[in-house]
């Protein structure tokens, strides 16, 4: 199976929301006060991705769902894709209780500092960091 890094580093536009809603709360807790990374396999157990695919497998398998999609009727599929957004997502209010959470706390002196020894170490560029942020936020300094 392929690897993703999936993290959570923060709050974000509605990402406890929708985390807990995925994983639950106690593997929302892991997950986001971790920031570990995440393989494929782990992510689909826990609920994060739908579906590990190997790569080679992919696009015929992404194929295979719009090919059965496109045979369903389409006001049936929108309809459908509503009445389960309405059930699973978080109201507008939440995720924006959740936005200006992470704009606080990223103005945060504590997260200046941790951000900026990222910065110095490769942070935003192609290379070890970004492949494996998860480990890099684990290895810095406790700034409190």
């Not at 690897?3 to 807990?20: E, R, Y």
């Not at 999609?69 to 109201?91: E, V």
């Not at 706390?105 to 997260?111: A, F």
């Amino acid at each position: 199976m392929p690897t993703s890094s999936c993290q959570a580093n923060g709050t974000d536009a509605g990402a406890i929301q929708h985390l807990t809603r995925l994983l639950g709360r106690g593997r929302a807790l892991e997950a986001v006060l971790t920031s570990s990374d995440f393989d494929a396999d782990l992510a689909e157990r826990y609920g994060w991705v739908n579906r590990a695919v190997p790569d080679a497998e992919l696009d015929e398998f992404v194929a295979g769902i719009a090919a059965r999609m496109s045979g369903f009727p389409r006001d049936a599929l929108i309809s459908a894709k509503s009445a389960i957004n309405a059930i699973s997502l978080p109201a507008p209010a939440e995720v924006r209780a959740d936005a200006a959470l992470f704009q606080q706390l990223v103005r945060g002196e504590g997260v200046q500092r941790r951000t900026s020894e990222l910065f110095k170490q490769g942070f935003q560029t192609r290379g070890a960091i970004e492949l494996a942020l998860g480990d890099a936020l684990g290895d810095l300094k406790a700034v409190d």
